[in-house]
């Protein structure tokens, strides 16, 4: 020991935050256990861990066991004593060692995100147990498990807490009886964290839809009051006369009408997602509905030389459907497909009778097209509104120029119009791709007759 003192430290639990020099203790060191400078654990005088009495404990812990099974494990473990803050499981990592709390408290955390940080599953103290089921099931540890005060924690290695399990099947049962009434309170105390989230979700995502609502009709007004003056000026002799201002005032026009637009789809989607929206059903031509959204894209996809194809089944049959609603879906398949297609490619749009349950007759529209396509992880989160692929600072105002973007809003039409008419809307993509182009599909499927109100 004589070469070895300089490298010692002793710590008690009543000067935790000190360290005491050795010479401080005199020449008289058999009353107290050295650690290496830098460990993590600190301990009692021998007196106090040599006197600590483990069966009670163990009482506590594994009620069902009896007394020579217990003096078993108590033969196995060791006390030691740990700072507040210190980490006993780490998670993530292996551990090698099974922790019955003897004194003091414990936390355990879980790491949700980068983001979120840590939540608390449970507070720990006298006759827990920690790190068993990483033992059992030789795994890294699920949760990190952290002193709250000063600990006292009986260990068992992982050797000797297999060997003990190994003879004794009802200590075996007893700490999966512990392990799974701890499962069941952390599945039940997930599953209120989830309620109170979904909670507040819902109520954020009402106040969003009341904003989208009053900025909606807000904007309508100044835009309709902005047209008119507009359309008065062009009455004028002096403005027809001169060219520069004709072309001022056809920008401003034109400016006013996207506006609308985009205020129109805001209508739209706070109409289906408050469930306010009705269907007026009449006879509905899918054939002649394409027809005219393909007629009203004929510049935009000439000046970009994109072909759009259009094929239809002979047996395609006529729906009972809102029309206009029937069109803006359409519509929105048909541009997003443009919007995401590089020019000179194509889009293929195609229909044919299908079968929407066992005896639900319906029509399908296919809508593909040879574009950078789409990752698995946004197929189902493109139909939400306001949802963007890409990063928004690339954002591209252009209706129907090549990745234009937009406000978010067609795919979520598209989503409500199928929802309120008992259809179903998806799409089909190997996965983003701006070099090979392997493109989208988005299918939209609708009865016949749409369900009764």
């Known amino acids: 020991m004589v070469g070895g003192l300089d490298n010692m430290i002793v710590e008690t639990p009543k000067n935790i935050a000190g360290k005491i020099p050795i010479d401080d203790f005199g020449t008289d060191l058999s ?4 650690f290496p400078k830098g460990a993590s654990c600190y301990t009692r005088s021998m007196e106090e861990t040599h006197a600590f009495d483990k069966m009670p404990l163990l009482r506590m812990a594994f009620s069902r066991l009896k007394e020579d099974e217990l003096r078993s494990i108590a033969d ?18 292996v551990g090698d060692i099974f922790y019955i709390i003897a004194d003091g408290s414990i936390v355990i955390t879980q790491k949700i995100s980068d983001e979120e940080g840590e939540r608390v599953l449970r507070v720990g103290g006298k006759g827990d147990m920690v790190g068993e089921m990483a033992l059992i099931q030789n795994v890294p540890r699920s949760a990190t498990v952290r002193t709250t005060s000063e600990c006292a924690v009986l260990e068992m290695e992982k050797e000797d807490f297999e060997t003990i399990l190994g003879q004794s099947p009802r200590l075996a049962i007893e700490i999966i009886g512990v392990t799974l009434d701890r499962m ?5 105390m997930a599953i209120e964290h989830l309620q109170r989230t979904n909670k507040v979700l819902r109520q954020l995502d009402r106040n969003k839809l009341e904003f989208i609502q009053v900025a909606a009709h807000e904007l309508r007004t100044p835009l309709t009051v902005m047209k008119g003056y507009v359309d008065v000026l062009h009455a004028f002799p ?16 034109k400016g006013a009408d996207r506006m609308h637009g985009v205020v129109n789809l805001m209508l739209d989607v706070t109409r289906f997602d408050s469930e306010t929206a009705i269907i007026r059903p009449a006879p509905v031509s899918i054939k002649q509905i ?31 459907a809102d029309p206009d609603m029937i069109f803006k879906a359409v519509y929105h398949l048909i541009i997003n497909a443009i919007k995401y297609t590089p020019d000179g490619g194509k889009v293929d749009v195609s229909t044919r009778p299908v079968m929407l349950g066992a005896e639900r007759p319906g029509v399908e529209i296919a809508v593909k097209d040879s574009g950078i396509g789409l990752d698995a992880e946004h197929h189902e989160l493109v139909f939400e509104k306001f949802y963007q692929v890409g990063s928004v600072a690339i954002h591209s105002s252009g209706a129907t120029t090549f990745k234009g973007g937009g406000p978010g809003l067609g795919l979520a039409i598209v989503s409500g119009v199928t929802r309120i008419h008992g259809g179903k809307v998806w799409v089909e993509s190997a996965g983003h791709d701006e070099e090979h182009f392997r493109g989208s599909s988005f299918y939209l499927q609708l009865p016949v007759d749409p369900p009764s109100s």
């Open 238 to 253: 002096s403005v027809k006369d001169n060219a520069a201002l004709e072309e001022v005032l056809l920008g401003i026009s």
């Open 31 to 34: 009353r107290y256990i050295l």
């Open 76 to 93: 196995l473990t060791e006390i030691h004593t740990y700072p507040p803050d210190h980490v006993l499981c780490q998670e993530g990592e």
């Open 184 to 188: 069941r309170e952390n599945d039940q």
């Open 290 to 320: 394409i027809t005219d959204v393909v007629r009203d894209f004929e510049a935009a996809t000439t000046a970009r030389q994109i072909t759009i194809n259009t094929h239809y089944a002979e047996d395609t049959p006529n729906i009972q």
